[in-house]
């Protein structure tokens, strides 16, 4: 997950910071440098496409799809889901 926070391709990246995230909140040290670069990328105003379901995409600022507030809905929908435990 630190090589996709470090891509230069904004969706991968994001899912690196959100699965860094859900790992940070499982207890587990992330190093320095990366929450370093997440910091830098909650700050992106980049572009991504984002999906809104099977048939709608859409496009998303980074620093909007890693607010904390989205990041909740994420974490709590991958408990629900029995991805996280």
């Given at each position: 997950?630190?090589k996709?926070?470090?891509?230069i391709?904004?969706?991968?990246?994001?899912?690196g910071y959100?699965?860094?995230?859900?790992l940070?909140?499982?207890?587990k040290t992330?190093?320095?440098?990366?929450?370093?670069?997440?910091?830098?990328?909650?700050?992106?105003?980049i572009q991504?496409?984002?999906?809104q379901?099977?048939?709608?995409?859409?496009?998303?600022?980074?620093?909007?799809?890693l607010?904390?507030?989205?990041?909740n809905?994420?974490?709590?929908?991958?408990?629900?889901?029995?991805?996280?435990?």
């Open positions: 997950m630190a996709w926070l470090k891509s391709n904004p969706e991968i990246a994001t899912y959100i699965g860094l995230e859900f940070k909140r499982k207890g992330i190093e320095k440098i990366e929450l370093q670069r997440m910091t830098e990328l909650s700050e992106f105003e991504l496409n984002t999906c379901g099977c048939i709608f995409g859409v496009t998303e600022q980074v620093k909007d799809v607010k904390n507030k989205n990041i809905q994420i974490y709590r929908s991958f408990q629900q889901s029995g991805w996280i435990k």
